[in-house]
């Protein structure tokens, strides 16, 4: 049931001690929801394929580092120190679509997102993700 769904909420160094791709994969997925969440409830009479569509000029890694040119500024010392975590990490796959430098500033964006939503802060994470909307659009 819906009801029983548990979400386990880590403590500040319980997250410090995932590793950065750990945490964007998380904030990719927390990101991606967020977005298609944003996109329906704007367009409620598009398809899921439009949707999708769509969404992937909010998710690309183009768009993340363009909103962390613009956030990196306002983020806390310990966002940012996640953040650089994110962005210096040696992923072992290679952007197709991408080049290097925004798909490394997206990863620390995705990893950021990951640690506000495993550590439970709803009001930091609400700010980076609507703050990501007004950079982006």
Known sequence: ???????????KDEARMLSPLQLALIGDGVYEVFIR?????NNISLNANKIHV???SYVKAKSQS???HQLESLLK??????YKRGRNA????????????????ATGFEALVGYLYLIGDKERLEFVLNK???ILN
């Open 90 to 105: 040696k992923s072992a796959t290679i952007p197709k679509n991408a080049d290097v430098r925004d798909y490394r500033m």
């Open 37 to 41: 969440n944003y996109i329906l409830s």
């Open 66 to 68: 363009d909103i962390m």
């Open 54 to 56: 769509k969404a992937i």
């Open 132 to 134: 990501s909307l007004y």
């Open 1 to 11: 049931m819906i009801n029983d769904l548990r979400v386990k909420e880590f403590s």
């Open 77 to 82: 010392e310990d966002e940012l120190s996640i």
